[in-house]
């Protein structure tokens, strides 16, 4: 089973809804006993980095977020949700994060259009599980901030948008995708399940 943390930000069940479709069992949830006890867990996420912390704080959920990726067991951030695997960010203000993955999360600077809004192709710099059988292609990105991981390895996939952008991280069984696979078409999708199956893999495993 593959627990959609539920901490009030996020198109849970559009996540949901695609994991059930690779043939996964998936649960919305923000019972910190639902989540801790899934086989893997997805932590999507829509809106303000700030909002995003507060409402995990609140929710008593960023403790379990941290407690879970320290099991590990997989753990995928998507869009928000990767970027709040990161030490801070600079989205209105400064704001701490989960510090799973060292880095920070900045806003696209220079004369082009923000958000980086549109399909682009990956790159993948890092072998990775999650590509395991697929050749990079196009994504579909929404996005104002971008993160800069400190570590180069942490480093698996990016994209170009006047810059080289990190579209996909990871470290031991953290992982993030800066875009929603869910919504990226072929490959989002075939990405989102070697999720699955890394998953499946881990749990039959323990």
Known sequence: MIAIIDYGMGNLHSVGKAVERLGAEALVTSSPEEILAADGAILPGVGAFGDAMANLRETGLESVVKEYAASGKPLLGICLGMQLLFDESEEHGTHTGLGLLPGKVVRFQGDYKVPHMGWNE???????????????????????????????????????????????????????????????????MALLNNFVKLVANKASNL
């Open 122 to 188: 990956l790159v993948f710099t890092q072998e990775s599980p999650l590509f395991s059988g697929l050749n990079p292609g196009h994504v579909y990105f929404v996005h104002s901030y971008h993160a800069l991981p400190e570590r180069k390895e942490d480093l698996l996939a990016t994209t170009d948008y006047y810059q080289p952008v990190t579209a996909i991280v990871g470290r031991g069984s953290v992982y993030g995708m800066q875009f929603h696979p869910e919504k990226s078409g072929e490959l989002g």
